[in-house]
């Protein structure tokens, strides 16, 4: 069972729109399972980007998220970083 919520924003400045998004989610295993996991997550992260309209139906993007898993019982928790770049058009 997963719980969270996340909160995002878009700021536009000037043709660029400025994205920021942050989350929390709690992840509780069944631990009467003999699940590779057996211990509850704590999800925390955040994302920042910019896109950049070329033209009305195409814009060009980058991205970049962090996120942090604090696994109950594990003094070496985990971390991930993702960056994302691209080009999207709308048909």
Known sequence: ???GWELGLNAPVGPVVLVASYFDADAEYD???NSALDADVDYKGYQLGALYPLSKRTIVYALYGHQKEE???VS????L???AVGVRHDF
């Open 1 to 3: 069972k997963v719980k």
């Open 31 to 33: 631990h009467t399972t």
């Open 71 to 73: 696994i109950d019982g």
């Open 76 to 79: 070496d928790d985990d971390s």
């Open 81 to 83: 970083r993702q960056i």
